[in-house]
């Protein structure tokens, strides 16, 4: 893998004009690595992570944790009864196959969509529905509207820091997307060059990060549905009759 | 990493401001001023960002008009009736009391902030529940998910375990055994599954907010300077399922966790160098940290803290 931590090393070390560890010791250059690594994830909210969780019956608030809630759906009513493992049934979730409830009638599966504060208590309910409609994010918690009367499964679309930090050469940003990897040569070298009071290479190799972070999280993580116009075929050609 | 990934603590911060500062032993900058620095930072990000966002239970007082605000700055206030859909109440000015329509009566409509007192708009004519969306300071840890079955001591009523449970009418209380820092402001997060009767939070002799609701609660009080013992005070059924404490000190210690979310602790790292190129005069490069800083905190401010609503047009069904 080129970018696991050893390749990591040498780059950073081949960037910086430096071919054995003079100036930087393994261990500084580990832990630039592993800053870049949450850096990366931080900036580009390029670790995305499905997380389930279950409402509280009478609170509008949901614990969570992480970078950033992208987006969040309602999954199913009466969460506990249909999720909670008992010593004879397990419920695993898989790539394919997620357990929403034992019976259909428990299915919502449904966006909720994100709104300002300032609307708690005036954004339009849906009548006779319970189930969240509305949320946004504060702080650690999720706020949803209408409160939850029951257990809800809510699905939150998450930006997650990563899961482990690398100490070993053959270790890898294993969760960030590949193409975001190469970001983490440059940031080690903007924080590595202040060392040595390098400030042009530091502003250079900032700059150098930040235009890839920018570049790559335009051109992968940007979503697009597909509209009408997508679909047009080009307009033939018409010569207009001068008159 | 002394730090549990992808927290770094002081020890990590402090060993990356030593790097970048090219001091890697301790020859001119001591570690008290380090910490120093670190704590100027953590205070600037969270004063500059708002990143340090939390949602505090409070309480009006009927016939008072003023409530202390417990938090940096209040951003939003929440009306919770005691049955039906809560509502936010409308920012107004102290000219503005007692001008606007009272649509709902006596219930409380509009907030003003001032000084350390936020001011509810009608007076209250009895108590009402009100749940404040804040900025704060950053805090250090002091403990999160406290175990509950061991290093209390359980008053009438209390049964230690995991949930904590609390039965009976008379009024009993969970003591904490480990003493608190006094006479700074703490936040502690409470957790109840399920209540029927009331859940207060204290320090020592000031106390929290009673809890009357299940959900998670969060409450900022003010430690006395002796006897700090974290206490929950409980009247009829209350199951705790979660207790986490955190206090506004300064770093002064190498395992000192900032609860700064671990995308703005390394900024911390390069905020403190700042401070340190800054004694020695390097002030170009000062001053070149400190624009990354102000950059790396308006995109973060802008992309992981604000809450942008989604448009209509995000909704909308395009064939």
Request: hydrophobic share 40%; proline share 6%; with cysteine.
């Amino acid at each position: 893998m080129i970018y696991n931590l050893t390749n990591l090393e040498a780059l950073i070390r081949n960037e910086m004009d430096e071919t054995s560890a003079t100036r930087f010791t393994p261990a500084e250059i580990l832990a630039a690595c592993n800053d870049g690594y949450k850096e990366v994830a931080s900036r580009a909210f390029c670790h995305e992570v499905v997380q389930d969780v279950v409402t509280v019956p009478g609170s509008p608030l949901i614990h969570w944790s992480g970078i950033k809630v992208l987006y969040a759906a309602v999954m199913s009513e009466d969460a506990e009864a249909a999720y909670v493992d008992t010593t004879s049934v397990v419920f695993t979730d898989t790539g394919d196959v997620v357990w929403n409830g034992p019976t259909a009638a428990d299915w919502i599966g449904l966006g909720v969509c994100r709104i300002d504060p300032s609307l708690v208590g005036t954004a339009p309910l849906e009548e006779d529905i319970s189930y969240p409609q509305f949320f946004f994010p504060w702080g650690n918690c999720i706020y949803v509207e209408p409160v939850p009367t029951v257990k809800y499964l809510v699905r939150l679309f998450t930006a997650q820091y990563p899961d482990t930090a690398m100490i070993n050469g053959a270790d890898i940003c294993e969760d960030l997307p590949e193409e975001f990897r190469e970001c983490v040569v440059y940031f080690a070298c903007y924080v590595l060059s202040m060392k040595y009071r390098q400030w042009q290479q530091m502003v250079f190799f900032y700059n150098r990060y930040i235009e890839l972070l920018k570049q790559k999280k335009q051109k992968f993580l940007q979503r697009s549905v597909d509209r009408y116009d997508n679909k047009k075929l080009p307009v033939t050609v018409q010569l207009e009759v001068v008159k | 990493m002394a730090g549990a990934w992808p927290n770094l603590d002081a020890a990590d911060l402090e060993a990356r401001v030593r790097t970048y500062l090219n001091e890697v032993g301790v020859d001119f900058v001591p570690q008290s001023t380090v910490w120093r620095w670190l704590t100027i930072a953590a205070n600037v990000i969270a004063e500059v960002t708002g990143c340090v966002r939390r949602v505090l239970d409070s309480e009006a007082i009927a016939g008072s008009q003023l409530a202390p605000v417990p938090a940096s700055k209040i951003l939003y206030v929440e009306y919770i009736p005691t049955s039906g859909r809560s509502s936010l109440l409308s920012p107004i000015t102290p000219l503005q009391v007692g001008h606007f329509p009272y649509p709902n009566g006596v219930l409380p409509q509009y907030w003003f902030e001032f000084g350390s007192y936020f001011g509810i708009d009608p007076v209250p004519a009895s108590n009402h529940r009100l749940r404040l969306f804040v900025s704060d300071a950053p805090r250090i840890i002091v403990a999160h998910n406290i175990p509950l079955d061991s290093g209390w001591a359980a008053g009438t009523g209390w049964a230690a375990g995991m949930p904590l449970v609390h039965t009976g009418t008379p009024s009993g209380d969970y003591v904490y055994s480990t003493v608190l820092s006094g006479a700074i402001m703490h936040t502690v997060e409470v957790t109840v599954s399920t209540i029927t009767g009331t859940l207060t939070p204290a320090i020592g002799a000031q106390q929290g907010y009673a809890i009357t609701t299940a959900g998670h609660h969060f409450q900022n009080i003010m430690a006395p300077a002796t006897n700090a013992y974290f206490t929950l005070t409980a009247t009829g059924s209350v199951e705790v399922v979660n207790v986490s404490l955190d206090e506004g000190k300064s770093f002064d210690s190498v395992a000192d966790q900032t609860e700064l979310s671990s995308m703005w602790q390394h900024l911390l790292a390069v905020s403190a160098t700042r401070y340190g190129l800054l004694a020695t005069n390097r002030l170009g490069a000062a001053q070149l940290l400190e624009h990354i800083c102000a950059g790396e905190f308006a995109y973060l401010e802008d992309h992981a803290i604000s809450v942008i609503p989604n448009g209509q047009d995000e909704m909308r069904y395009s064939e």
